[in-house]
């Protein structure tokens, strides 16, 4: 398994990161998020042995992860990296850049498993493309696959939709995380999207202020958010009374002691986002139907 103990990295004099300790089981989908600029592309860096640590130690299993002051080249065979940027060989095909580290010695299974492979990140149809006319999700899509090709143990994926469409995203999301899981394949995902982790997380790391303020299952950090950070991450919330309350569990009702004014009604689909006033202070909350504005209306909470 992947354990980090106490590391710490800055790239000046400011602390990046401080003191960061966290475990990764074989097989286990470990989601980082955080703010823009909250260290997590910094993160995976160290746990690829991209930078020397300041500070404590990584391992996987019995191999200890070192940095470039360490280790002459830099990565190692059992672990992966798909960084922000792609680094492919443009002028080569799709399917080349997949295969580019697979043995030639086996021709038929390299074609194979390209194959697989271009399957995994919806491309069949683009193989014998030059990657240089690729669009920028294109592009990311190939280096996933390049990434996976040798089955790593352990691949460490930045932002890895990020330059996806949302008619795309869905169903390339479950068919990644679906292969990665089916081939017991350790996941650490840096994100800053909600849908990259529900439903796919084992465990999620939220990072600030340097550090890691929580490490806990997606689950249990939606149902008790200590901070508005952490919060904002699942969706549009409100703190009402010192309490952190997500939109969907503030109801409109006849009569009660939270008595607010309708500012605006925004469309979402299945339902209308409301914002409204309530004793100065904005809160948002979910109604079927549009609220006329400067309407009077009383709000409940549900749990
Ligand atoms: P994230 O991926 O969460 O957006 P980063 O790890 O990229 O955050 O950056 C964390 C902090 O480190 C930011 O303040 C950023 O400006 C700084 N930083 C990132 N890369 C470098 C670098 N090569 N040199 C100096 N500072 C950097
Ligand atoms: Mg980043």
Redesign the pocket.
């Known amino acids: 398994m992947l354990k980090v103990e106490n590391i710490s990295f800055s790239?000046?004099k400011t602390p990046?990161l401080k003191a960061i300790s966290f475990e990764a089981k074989e097989g286990e989908n470990l989601a980082i998020i955080?703010?823009?600029?909250?260290?997590?592309?910094?993160?995976l860096n160290l746990l690829y042995g991209e930078f020397d640590v300041n500070e404590g130690s990584i391992f996987w299993k019995d191999t200890e992860i070192l940095g470039p002051k360490y280790n002459l080249v830099v990565g190692y065979e059992f672990m992966k990296y798909v960084s922000q940027e792609f680094n492919l060989m443009p002028f080569i095909t799709v399917a080349e850049n997949i295969g580019k580290h697979l043995s030639n010695f086996f021709p038929e299974e390299k074609k194979a498993r390209t194959a697989e492979l271009l399957e995994v990140v919806e491309l069949t149809e683009f193989a014998n493309v030059k990657v240089k006319t690729l669009s920028g999700g294109q592009k990311q899509r190939v280096a996933l696959a390049r990434a996976l090709a040798k089955e790593p143990e352990i691949i460490l994926l930045d932002e890895p939709f990020s330059h996806i469409d949302n008619f795309q995203k869905q169903s390339l999301r479950r068919s990644v995380f679906k292969y990665l899981k089916n081939k017991n394949i350790t996941c650490i995902v840096?994100t800053h999207d909600r849908e990259d982790v529900l439903g796919f997380a084992d465990c999620m790391i939220v990072?600030n202020n340097n550090s890691i303020a929580v490490n806990d299952h997606p689950e249990v950090l939606y149902q008790n958010p200590k901070t508005p950070l952490i919060a904002s991450f699942f969706g549009e919330f409100n703190v009402i009374k010192n309490k952190i309350i997500y939109a969907h569990q503030v109801k409109l009702t006849e009569k009660s002691n939270l008595k607010a004014t309708v500012i605006q009604s925004y469309f979402k689909g299945h339902y209308f986002l409301i914002e409204a006033n309530l004793e100065a202070e904005k809160v948002f909350f979910q109604h079927h139907s549009i609220l006329e504005k400067n309407q009077t209306i009383y709000l409940k909470i549900t749990a």
């Open positions: 790239y000046t990046v955080g703010e823009s600029g909250s260290g997590k592309s910094t993160l840096a990072l």
